[in-house]
Nanobody
Framework: QVQLVESGGGLVQAGGSLRLSCAAT????????MGWYRQAPGKQRELVAR???????NYADFVKGRFTISRDNAKNTVNLQMNNLKPEDTAVYYC?????????????WGQGTQVTVSS
């Protein structure tokens, strides 16, 4: 099992910045991809950014150039630096970790942290 705990959400004005952090504990064997998803009210959960243990990153188009994901494999943490925030970034942000030990794939989720951007 893997436990994910997010922190760093809050209320910020448009144009401001926030930094989300996610700490992973438990059995990390086979955990390669970690990332951030978000879910706004009435909408489906969507990918924001993800990063592999080798440092390869993938961003949703709506955050490119504004958000940066980083990872510390030694500390089992993944961070999301969010700059130039917009009201449409308002959502609950969830940390995700994927374990793949062939042939089984397992998804782990944090409890979520609220990000609210005021106009």
């Amino acid at each position: 099992q893997v436990q994910l705990v997010e922190s760093g959400g809050g209320l910020v004005q448009a144009g401001g910045s926030l930094r989300l952090s996610c700490a992973a504990t438990g059995v990390m064997f086979g955990i390669d991809v970690m990332g951030w998803y978000r879910q706004a009210p009435g909408k489906q959960r969507e990918l924001v950014a993800r990063i592999t243990s080798a440092g390869s990153t993938n961003y949703a188009d709506f955050v490119k150039g504004r958000f940066t994901i980083s990872r510390d494999n030694a500390k089992n943490t993944v961070n999301l630096q969010m700059n130039n925030l917009k009201p449409e970034d308002t959502a609950v942000y969830y940390c995700n970790a994927i374990r793949f030990v062939s042939p089984t794939k397992s998804d782990y989720w944090g409890q979520g942290t609220q990000v609210t951007v005021s106009s």
